[in-house]
């Protein structure tokens, strides 16, 4: 079994910066795609940033290109998410999933339990 646990998240003033990563349990992690996802209050989970098993695919949301970074390091089964330039609309509880390959859709099979995410104006 597959366990993912986010860690990183906070509260920090709009134009600061947080780093988000995921440690996955097992071997599965580096045999698998990973994505990062959102939900803020109200709001349905979205798609913000994925990454290939060897990390060569790597995809974001549009809006976030420039400003989020995500990486992994398949020897220590983690991997990252780096905002920076945050904005009060990053709000939000922040998962990360694995799935066998890479997608921009919510069809993961499996999710971590997620972190939240504050950012002040």
């Known amino acids: 079994q597959v366990r993912l646990v986010e860690s990183g998240g906070g509260l920090v003033q709009a134009g600061g910066s947080l780093r988000l990563s995921c440690a996955a349990s097992?071997?599965?992690?580096?045999?698998?795609?990973m994505g990062w996802f959102r939900q803020a209050p109200g709001k349905e989970r979205e798609f913000v940033a994925a990454?290939?098993?060897?990390?060569?695919?790597?995809y974001y949301k549009d809006s976030l290109k420039g400003r989020f970074t995500i990486s992994r390091d398949n020897a220590k089964n983690t991997g990252d998410l780096q905002m920076n330039s945050l904005k009060p609309e990053d709000t939000a509880v922040y998962y990360c999933?694995?799935?066998?390959?890479?997608?921009?859709?919510?069809?993961?099979?499996?999710w971590g339990h997620g972190t939240q995410v504050t950012v002040s104006s």
């Open positions: 999933a694995l799935r066998t390959t890479v997608s921009t859709r919510d069809d993961y099979d499996y």
């Open positions: 097992g071997r599965t992690f580096s045999f698998a795609a």
């Open positions: 990454i290939s098993r060897s990390g060569d695919m790597i």
